[in-house]
Nanobody
Framework: QVQLVESGGGLVQAGESLRLSCAAS????????VNWYRQAPGKERERVAS???????DYADAVRGRFTISRDIDSDTVSLQMNGLKLEDTAVYYC?????????WGQGTQVTVSS
């Protein structure tokens, strides 16, 4: 059974940094397209960043230049380095794995940015 687990969330002040990590059991992350999504209160879930198995990376406009998605092959994890955090980055952050025939989601980790 595939399970995704996010970690690294927390409470930080605006301008500070956090690093989220996504680990999997039952599947090898490095072989699949992995995304980070977030959902703020009262808003729809939105894609933040993604990386394909071939290393093609894409970011949402709102985070480009501040967030970095990366893979650690040794630990088979996917991280999201978030720098220059803003109040509007407050959300639950989710890891999503694209596979065939279906996708998998983690349970999410809360990121709260305070002023």
């Amino acid at each position: 059974q595939v399970q995704l687990v996010e970690s690294g969330g927390g409470l930080v002040q605006a301008g500070e940094s956090l690093r989220l990590s996504c680990a999997a059991s039952g599947i090898v992350l490095s072989r699949h397209h992995v995304n980070w999504y977030r959902q703020a209160p009262g808003k729809e879930r939105e894609r933040v960043a993604s990386t394909t198995s071939r290393g093609i990376i894409d970011y949402a406009d709102a985070v480009r230049g501040r967030f970095t998605i990366s893979r650690d092959i040794d630990s088979d994890t996917v991280s999201l380095q978030m720098n220059g955090l803003k109040l509007e980055d407050t959300a639950v952050y989710y890891c999503k794995l694209n596979t065939y025939p279906g996708d998998y989601w983690g349970q999410g980790t809360q990121v709260t940015v305070s002023s």
